[in-house]
């Protein structure tokens, strides 16, 4: 048992010096700790509301900011691939022969602008409240009110079934290693980002591609969420259009085996 002169003893007089209180201690452990959250919440915030996200840049400003980059970029590399081109053509040694068939390549690769009578398929949303116009379906899923990839892969393929000579969708034309793909509700195209409504352009016999359209199962089945739950589909007739040529890079990119 300790001696100390804290440790009560019996008989002790009512005005000794009082003991040890556990209850002053956690009081300033308290106020430590709160000054300790004031410092860090103001270290942290910088004058800033710590309450809000305003002060960071969001996913889809970041994807935004990404997209418009690309867009400079490609706009940049078409420049200087017109540049490399003209300085090409002053002497190149090549024959006439030669160049006739090397503007065919270019032209089937999609990198030379093509004009042509031309028709616009558009796609969108349904609206967020739709609901089944025909007897007999049930309540629309999110899911049924959305365009998909494979919707606009349909329209995509039709269209070049059709014989299109060229094909735009949105303000990029397609070339073979193009991949339309979305994530969520937007487009991802050769590294750039849309939303809907989306378009696509296809330079051909007008009559032709309609039917192209018209006989695709798949946009067929697309037909029915039209005409069911509302989503959206429009052909027009364009008349003559020019197509520009593509302007982004054409280099492969492929996975690796880790070594």
């Known amino acids: ?12 007089s009512p005005d000794r010096k009082r003991g040890f209180r556990p209850v002053r201690v956690l009081t300033v452990a308290v106020f430590a700790l709160a000054g ?74 999609g990198t030379q602008k093509v004009k042509g009578k031309a028709i616009t398929v558009t796609l969108n949303d349904a609206p967020p409240d739709a609901t089944a116009k025909l007897p007999g379906y049930p309540d629309p899923q999110p899911d049924y009110l959305v ?25 990029q034309r397609l070339i073979s290693t193009s991949a339309v793909r979305c994530v969520g509700n937007t487009l991802i ?40 739950y509302g989503l959206g589909w429009k052909v027009t007739e364009d008349g003559t259009v020019t197509l520009p040529g593509y302007s982004g890079t054409v280099d492969l990119h492929y996975a690796k085996p880790v070594e």
């Open 36 to 109: 300790l959250i004031f410092f860090t919440s103001f270290n942290t915030a910088k004058g800033t509301n710590i309450r809000t996200d305003t002060s960071l840049l969001k996913l889809s400003d970041l994807i935004q900011e990404r997209s418009r980059k690309n867009g400079e970029l490609d706009e940049s590399n078409g420049s200087l691939r017109h540049d490399v081109e003209s300085f090409a053509e002053r002497d190149d040694g090549s024959s006439k022969a030669q160049d006739e068939k090397l503007a065919g390549l270019e032209n089937s690769a």
């Open 1 to 12: 048992m300790s001696n100390s002169a804290d440790s009560p003893q019996a008989g002790s």
């Open 147 to 171: 365009i998909h990839q494979q919707d606009l892969q349909a329209v995509v393929n039709a269209l070049w079934q059709g014989g299109a000579k060229g094909i735009k969708v949105m303000d």
């Open 189 to 228: 195209l050769q590294g750039r980002v849309y939303s809907p409504p989306y378009k696509i352009t296809a330079i051909g016999d007008p009559d032709k591609l309609n039917k192209a359209l018209s006989a695709s199962p798949a946009i067929q089945n697309y037909m029915v969420y039209v005409n069911v």
